[in-house]
């Protein structure tokens, strides 16, 4: 069966430190990626998605940027965190080139201090 | 444009008492896909159900049934006989036929948090 790996669980920042968050994916290949954030006030916001290894689409502008180096990899990453990247970030896959259902991981909680 | 609209910022209700929340659609296109997924305390997504605008079937599982009705543009959610453990936020989504080759994104509500209370 297949499983999605995201780590760290939570993580303390400071302000204009660097990021990186992980995910895998297990038990499927050439699967589509996806990040999300999560903000206080609920909303699931799409950061970016990979339908490919080295294939990234942006959805909204901002000082992250996401890499897919292997086919069931895909990192999210920032050079300076700011006080607004604070969130829940969710990491998601679903079966290639069809509409989901997406599969999320367990979420990874960012304080920005 | 796509959007998805849950009107509904929070519901409580005791347990055993039956409890719908409602879901509106936007979307231009003619084949779509809707979802529901539950978000428990501990923060995962859990993926619900699925549902293609061909197929207007309601659907039953469980204590679960949802209610799709595209002359409305709504895809309702009912609980019945809600216990404790439902507690939880839920989040409708779309995902447009026309974008799945862009890798099928989703579009979400913005939740509506339902409490039950013993």
């Known amino acids: 069966s297949q499983t999605i790996h995201q780590w760290p669980a939570t993580l303390v920042q400071p302000v204009g430190s660097p990021l990186s968050l992980e995910c895998t994916v297990e038990?499927?290949?050439?699967?589509?990626l996806y990040w999300y954030r999560q903000a206080a006030g609920r909303g699931l916001q799409l950061l970016f998605y990979?339908?490919?290894?080295?294939?990234i689409s942006s959805e909204v502008p901002q000082n992250l940027s996401a890499s897919r180096p292997q086919d069931r990899q895909f990192i999210l990453s920032s050079k300076k965190l700011l006080l607004s990247d604070s969130g829940f970030y969710l990491c998601?896959?679903?079966?290639?080139?069809?509409?989901?259902?997406?599969?999320f991981g367990d979420g990874t909680r960012l304080s920005i201090l | 444009a796509q959007k998805v609209t849950q009107a509904q910022t929070e519901i409580s209700v005791v347990e055993k008492e039956d409890v719908t929340l409602d879901c509106v659609y936007e979307?231009?296109?003619?084949?779509?896909?809707l979802f529901w997924y539950k978000q428990p305390p501990s923060g995962e997504l859990v993926f619900l159900i699925r549902?293609?605008?061909?197929?207007?079937q309601n659907e039953i599982s469980g204590r679960y049934s949802w209610n799709f009705q595209k002359s409305t543009s709504s895809f309702n959610f009912t609980i019945t006989a809600s216990q404790v453990v439902d507690s939880a936020v839920y989040f409708c989504a779309l995902s447009g036929y026309m974008i799945y080759n862009q890798g099928g994104k989703l579009i979400f509500g913005q939740g509506t948090e339902l409490s039950v209370k013993p």
């Open positions: 990979s339908v490919g290894i080295g294939q």
């Open positions: 038990g499927t290949s050439n699967p589509n």
């Open positions: 998601a896959w679903s079966g290639g080139p069809s509409a989901g259902p997406q599969h």
């Open positions: 549902r293609n605008s061909f197929d207007e």
């Open positions: 979307t231009r296109d003619t084949t779509y896909y």
